[in-house]
């Protein structure tokens, strides 16, 4: 992302604001010290308000999220999908292969990682209907897999994107969340929603981006643990892979190391298909292309009806509560920064181009993805002696690293797992520092060094509130807290585009006396 741009001058910053800044910072801190000073008062706390909220607008949320891959497929075949986000004459900036490269490691990362083999797995074992494992829940536990980090989460992803490329490149508005509110609305009411919306995406930033340290920090400790025999469940242990994550990540940040970063964001993708295609090989490779295109078809035939079901007549409430649900806030816990990532690269595209892009290849990805690594500990259970299941259960972090102990050279693949895990996490959280210290800076592509740093800080002390909690429950339920009322400005952004697109298109229009006649 680029740091040296200037802001253009546009509504969003001719309006007084709050400090934004003091009051997110100050906010981040006292949650975190709650979290390391009493984690158990904090796990009720956030386990209490996820439940709560959930009970009672859980219908709201998947309403929303599917409603966004509506509204994204919409504007993607609609009236609207030829218009250019920027001006007729520019081009792209980067080619489409990297375009496409870059969306898929800005929105995954390390989550994609740690739930390879284990939420497949979980599915199988202890699918939703309470069946016994079998062929029929194998295939079902890859639909579902599929549900929560497909073509729903990029939806999610692609409106909050698509919202900030088109007022920025079109309307000069900085990537800010109450600027499209700012520029659409008129009255009393958009300025104070417009403040909320801008302090929400930061909360929301980073929660999201801290419970992703706390999974990354979780993983790499048992990865360690299994590869170098290091003690299991040490406090001290995972402190110091915290510290040392904070030191390199603080490094980058300070120094501005762009280059730096996307070298280390390429090197990231090609150990993911490294991995990939090494497990795919050395593994039952006939099962994996059987189940590739299997669960392609299967989750494309399932689609519309897992859109909208919520499970009210049956005792699967728990279930969806705890998984899908919990997964469509937590892509909306990360859409400010990720949306702001995907506006910034995708200058000089079409709406059409852009949202099928956004929609369709990292979708097509993360299916192969979970194919490979889920259908290798499936076919695991169903016919090896492998004893995964019972693994995963006892601690999801396990699943991976088991997976690769049937395959050869498990302590390599550990290895560049491992390494893998921490340069993402070393390039989200750098990424993060600069993103919100350009929204806590009216949005300037170029913000004080000294506040990149004060939010390094910030999300090292709150990623270990969620580490010293050591749950991954937990984990999940805190990083979503912030995007919980953030779900209400994404589709006010929303309706702010549709508003504005249509006055642009009333505008387009020739007047009846400017009309040219036969």
């Known amino acids: 992302m680029a740091k040296g741009q200037s802001v253009p001058e546009s509504t969003s910053n001719r309006n007084p604001t709050i400090n934004l800044f003091s009051v997110s910072l100050i906010f981040c801190i006292i949650i975190a010290t709650i979290g ?48 250019k986000l920027g001006k007729p004459q520019d081009k792209p900036e980067f080619s489409t292969l990297s375009w496409l490269s870059m969306l898929f490691a800005a929105g995954m990362g390390v989550g994609l990682i740690f739930w390879s083999v284990a939420e497949p ?115 001290w242990v995972s402190g110091l892979l915290m510290a040392l994550l904070f030191v390199c990540y603080m490094l980058s940040a300070a120094t501005s190391l762009d280059k730096g970063i996307q070298i ?12 990939m295609l090494f497990v795919l090989l050395f593994g039952p490779t006939e099962f994996l292309l059987s189940t590739t295109f299997n669960s392609l078809g299967d989750y494309l035939t399932a689609l519309p009806n897992l859109s909208l079901r919520m499970y009210p007549f049956s005792e699967l409430g728990g279930w969806f509560k705890g998984w899908t649900l919990m997964y469509f806030i937590w892509w909306i816990a990360w859409a400010p920064f990720v949306g702001i990532f995907i506006a910034r690269i995708s200058r000089g595209r079409t709406i059409r181009e852009f949202v099928l892009g956004v ?48 395959l050869p050279g498990s302590a390599i693949l550990s290895g560049l797992s491992l390494t893998l895990v921490f340069v993402f996490l070393i390039t989200s959280v750098d990424s993060a520092t600069f993103v919100l210290g350009m929204l806590t800076s009216k949005g300037s592509m170029d913000p004080p060094t000294s506040r990149k740093l004060g939010w390094g800080v910030t999300l ?59």
Not at 42 to 61: E, H, K, P, R, V
Not at 471 to 491: E, H, K, Q
Request: charged residues 10%; glycine residues 8%.
């Open 36 to 83: 390391i000073g009493w984690p158990e008062t904090f796990a009720t706390a956030m386990s209490t308000f996820t439940n709560t909220t959930f009970d009672a607008l859980g219908w709201f949320f998947v309403l929303s999220v599917s409603g966004m891959l509506v509204l994204s497929l919409w504007m993607a075949f609609g009236p609207y999908g030829h218009l």
């Open 121 to 235: 797995v979980i599915h199988f074992n202890t699918p939703p209907t309470g069946a016994p494992p079998s062929a029929e829940t194998a295939r079902q536990s890859l639909v579902i897999t599929n549900l929560h980090w497909g073509l729903h989460a990029w939806a999610v992803y692609c409106t909050g994107a698509l919202v900030l490329a088109y007022f920025h490149f079109r309307k000069n508005e900085p990537y800010l969340a109450g600027a499209p509110i700012r520029a659409s609305f008129k009255g009393r009411w958009v300025e104070p929603i417009a403040r909320l919306a801008d302090l929400l995406a930061v909360i929301s930033v980073a929660f999201g981006v801290a419970g992703s340290m706390a999974m990354g920090i979780f993983q790499i400790h048992t990865g360690l643990h299994l590869v170098l025999g290091i003690p299991a469940q040490s406090i």
């Open 264 to 275: 280390l964001s390429n090197l990231n993708m090609a150990l993911a298909i490294a991995l």
């Open 359 to 406: 929609l369709l290849a990292p979708t097509s990805f993360t299916i192969i993805w979970f194919a490979i690594f889920g259908g290798t500990g499936i076919h695991q259970e169903l016919y090896g002696d492998a004893n995964l299941a019972a693994l995963v259960n006892e601690d999801v972090t396990l699943a991976l690293f088991a997976l690769f102990e049937s």
């Open 460 to 518: 090292a002390v709150l990623g270990t509130a969620l580490m010293v909690s050591g749950n991954i429950d937990v984990v999940r339920a805190a990083a979503i807290s912030g995007a919980v009322p953030f779900t209400l400005i994404l589709m006010l952004q929303g309706a702010a585009l549709i508003r504005t697109l249509r006055a642009d298109r009333r505008r387009a229009q020739p007047k009846p006396h400017e009309e040219v006649q036969p």
